[in-house]
């Protein structure tokens, strides 16, 4: 990929390897940056962008050749959550969030019927949310309270038990105090104890269809950006069946799929913002070009520094992705202490950075990127990339990697 100006001048270099998807990207990216600023502004999802992912199969884009899909890897989704992010972060970042649940469904869902029928409706363009975190845990998530419970009954019949496959209805209850973009998912994916005497760290993955469940709104997210993901509150209250509850436990969901990719695919939407950002920027340096004939402003330095942080950046998100590509069916490898350490550190960086980009940026525009509203400003940008930091909180990040780095060598 190259990150371009309208105009069609190079902005900065990336490698690209998505080109089968280069087009319909463009079509929704082009869809997602009209309606952004509404999104921003009314804090509602990105229902027209999410509409448009469905309709040019991105939703599905990873689904496996062999299940019908176009296994796209995960250096494909990095470039499209990119593109995305860079017309708006929420849209990117829903994007995002559905790719990293999505790929649990067929690496550690089983052949149970109910899994497998979500995983025909992800091909067929269903949206995927996940509720992980939990109230009481202290935003572990890998613990929980909520627990998987059958449904008991008299009848066998209503029970749903076949002796040959043992399928049962089950429920679970969550309060969740972060569920994004809930309303407009067709399944939640969500984390619960085996049973209601297991331990909190012994938990299963269970796929829940949004229409056989009850959501009760506990809390509003207006915050200071990222406001379309929509990230409220809710009591999730579920029925579903024991063949929707995964084939693998949650360590190693998260260790080998949730985790890895998820970081890979967040950094990348940090990166477009960080791109768009940048593109605002070269604008301003190009207008304070033409009015000095003759001189080069001061501000193409910066400008310069600028593009060499931002391709240094869009180097290490590449290279994650090709990292997880090159590993993806090497559980022993993706379950390492030092593969966590490199996808916490792309985490982390990644956050961390991106708020260092934009924050150039807006040095670099002047009073009009300071502006709220406009085809210069970065409001928008600079309050999307402090959610980077905040969303898994760097901290506990840092806190797991302090006991990771007792027990592997220095990462390269």
Sequence with gaps: MTITQADGAVLAPVTVTADRFAER??????????????????ARPPREAIAAMREYGLLAAAV???????????????????????ACAATGMVFAMHQGQVMALWRHGGDGAGVLAMVAAVRDGALVASSTTEKGVGGDARRSTCAIEAVTSTDAHELGTHRDDLVQKIRLRKDAPVISYATEADVVLVTARRDPDAAGSDQRL????????????TSTWDTMGLRG???????????????????????AISAQTVLPVSHVLWASVWLGI?????????????????????????SALRLAELLV????????VRHAAERFDGVADDPQALESSAYALAANALKIGASERVTDLVTKALRIVGIAGYAASGPMSISRHLRDAHGAAVMVSNDRLLQNDAGLALMTGVIL
């Design 25 to 42: 990207t463009a079509a929704v990216a082009a869809i997602a940056a009209q309606h952004a600023d509404e999104v921003d502004r009314d």
């Design 64 to 86: 496996p050749t062999d299940l019908g899909g176009e296994g796209a890897t995960v250096t494909e989704l990095s470039t499209i959550a990119t593109e995305l992010g860079r």
């Design 206 to 217: 269970v796929g829940c269809w949004t229409k056989d469940t009850v959501l009760t709104q």
């Design 229 to 251: 993901t929509c990230s409220n509150g809710w009591v999730l209250d579920a029925e579903t069946t024991s063949d929707a509850v995964f084939r693998d436990d949650y360590a």
């Design 274 to 298: 960080a791109a768009s950002a940048a593109e605002r920027a070269r604008a301003a340096v190009r207008k304070q070009a033409r009015a000095s004939v003759g001189t080069t402003p001061p």
């Design 309 to 316: 942080d931002l391709q240094s950046l869009a180097d290490t």
